[in-house]
Nanobody
Framework: QVRLVESGGGLVQAGGSLRLSCAAS????????MGWYRQAPGKQRELVAV???????NYADSVKGRFTISRDNAKNTVYLQMNNLKPEDTAVYYC???????????????WGQGTQVTVSS
């Protein structure tokens, strides 16, 4: 199977920065798109940023210019650098990846367990 493990969440003051990491492990043959989503209390999960296998990135309008997504294919890892954080960025952040497993013809969608980001005002 495939497992995604996030790290790097925490508590930060408004204007501060955090860097999230998400590493894929297990029967990984190839990873296509990787992305970050977030879910605040009482709200639906929303896309924050996504990066394709060709490293084209797209961002939610609310984070453009403040967040940067990147990936290290050798480490099967995606990062989210978050700068100038705002209280409205407070949420559980989830990693997502489209993974082709070894010995499989299919590409499956995997999620991490989530990491809490809290921004105080």
């Amino acid at each position: 199977q495939v497992r995604l493990v996030e790290s790097g969440g925490g508590l930060v003051q408004a204007g501060g920065s955090l860097r999230l990491s998400c590493a894929a492990s297990g029967l990984v043959f190839r990873i296509n798109a990787m992305g970050w989503y977030r879910q605040a209390p009482g709200k639906q999960r929303e896309l924050v940023a996504v990066i394709t296998g060709g490293e084209n990135a797209n961002y939610a309008d609310s984070v453009k210019g403040r967040f940067t997504i990147s990936r290290d294919n050798a480490k099967n890892t995606v990062y989210l650098q978050m700068n100038n954080l705002k209280p409205e960025d407070t949420a559980v952040y989830y990693c997502n990846a489209d993974v082709k497993r070894i010995a499989s013809r299919l590409v499956d969608d995997y999620w991490g367990q989530g990491t809490q980001v809290t921004v105080s005002s």
